[in-house]
């Protein structure tokens, strides 16, 4: 296993499109976790899984934004009518238990024009 | 909303010196990580605490947890411009499930 992998690294969409993002955690990992970063910050949480469950939402999580995790182990999250607002990194992260470190993916770095 | 501040948020050194950076909140932790982060990438753990008072050390790195587990302090001793990025702490809090909530922030630069 290589870590967390997102896809893609980069998206450039016009404002108004839907954008879909793709995580593969660790595959011993249960917990998913996603995140915002915007320059300057640090990330900010958006949702949680463990497992195929969603058990957390940020409120930052307009009913624009949408995550699933349909089997337990890759996860989407999409954003429906972007707006310039959204540009940001989407980091997604795993873990094995709440005390355990998270293990990053390298994130997709969105830009919305 | 929980905070935690981190102080400095930027700090440029030369080579070789030491420093110190701060990661404060007004709630309880039970367990707290550092991370850097480098451009364009996601943020990789360096460690994680969870004992008031605990002490762990990574080479030139020594990090501390506070005694009533509310804050946390990174220390580098003889920085080298390797160490240059942005240190990040971020805590679960007492009574959440599971999520970290990430801290500012501390960009540094260490040059030769």
């Known amino acids: 296993d290589t870590g967390v992998s997102q896809d893609p690294r980069h998206k450039i969409t016009k404002r108004g499109q839907n954008v879909t993002f793709r995580c593969d955690p660790i595959?011993?990992?249960?917990?998913l976790y996603w995140y915002r970063q915007t320059l300057g910050q640090g990330p900010e949480f958006l949702t949680y899984?463990?497992?195929?469950?969603?058990?957390?939402k940020s409120r930052l999580l307009s009913d624009r934004f949408s995550a699933e995790r349909p089997k337990g182990s890759f996860s989407t999250l999409e954003i429906q009518r972007t707006e310039q607002g959204d540009s940001a990194m989407y980091l997604c992260?795993?873990?094995?238990?709440?005390?355990?470190?998270?293990?990053f993916g390298s994130g997709t770095r969105l830009t919305v024009v | 909303t929980q905070l935690l501040e981190q102080s400095p948020q930027f700090l440029s050194i030369q080579e070789g010196e030491n420093l110190t950076v701060y990661c404060n909140s007004s709630?309880?932790?039970?367990?707290l990580q550092w991370y850097r982060q480098e451009p364009g990438e996601g943020p990789v753990l360096l460690v994680t605490?969870?004992?008031?008072?605990e002490v762990k050390k990574l080479k030139r790195l020594t990090f501390q947890f506070g005694d009533a587990r509310k804050d946390s302090s990174l220390h580098i001793t003889a920085a080298q411009p390797g160490d240059t990025g942005l240190y990040l702490c971020?805590?679960?809090?007492?009574?959440?499930?599971?999520?970290?909530?990430f801290g500012t922030g501390t960009r540094l630069q260490v040059t030769l």
């Open positions: 992260a795993s873990s094995q238990d709440r005390n355990y470190g998270y293990t």
């Open positions: 595959s011993e990992h249960n917990r």
């Open positions: 899984f463990q497992n195929e469950a969603q058990l957390e």
């Open positions: 709630s309880v932790f039970s367990s």
């Open positions: 605490v969870v004992t008031g008072g």
């Open positions: 971020a805590g679960i809090h007492t009574g959440t499930a599971s999520k970290l909530t």
